[in-house]
């Protein structure tokens, strides 16, 4: 695996829609605003991006974040859902963890989904709050500090 700066394409955008659609079923809501996103608002999101890919050079996973001086927020994290538990998401989250420096690194993922929860928590993210951002659809935060 080989991981890259990357900048938003149709691509990822197909990645991402199709990652998403994975965690709809998971938690059983498609409220997921990404999911629904079109190219026009991912490219126009203020987000650094990582991609993951194969050996093959395709895009099998993603990573975006957003930082400030004290603080990186964890806004997407994207794997093709044929490439579901080979390490993807957590060499991407490990490579923005050691891009932090330091920091302080937040990220939320829907409450029912059990397979992201596990990978923050084994990567030494503390549970925040359980967050209900629009009526049935609850989102869960972690912080490492």
């Known amino acids: 695996m080989h991981i890259t700066d990357i900048k938003p ?9 199709a990652s998403y659609a994975i965690e709809a079923q998971i938690i059983g809501d498609d409220r997921i605003p990404p ?19 194969n050996e093959a ?9 957003e930082e400030t001086p004290g603080l990186v927020d964890i806004n997407r994290l994207v794997v ?26 937040i990220v939320s993922t829907g409450r029912g989904n059990t397979p992201a929860r596990t990978l923050y928590e084994r990567l030494g ?13 609850w989102v869960t935060s972690y912080e490492l500090v």
């Open 9 to 17: 394409d149709q691509r990822l955008l197909d990645l991402q829609h």
């Open 80 to 105: 093709d859902p044929g490439a579901l538990r080979q390490g993807i998401g957590r060499t991407l989250v490990k490579e923005v963890l050691a891009r932090a420096g330091g920091r302080k690194v």
């Open 125 to 137: 993210f503390t549970h925040v709050e359980d967050v209900e951002v629009i009526p049935g659809l």
């Open 57 to 65: 050079g395709d895009l099998v996973g993603a990573v975006a974040w």
């Open 35 to 53: 999911l629904h996103e079109d190219l026009a608002a991912l490219k126009a999101e203020p987000l650094l991006w990582l991609g993951a890919r």
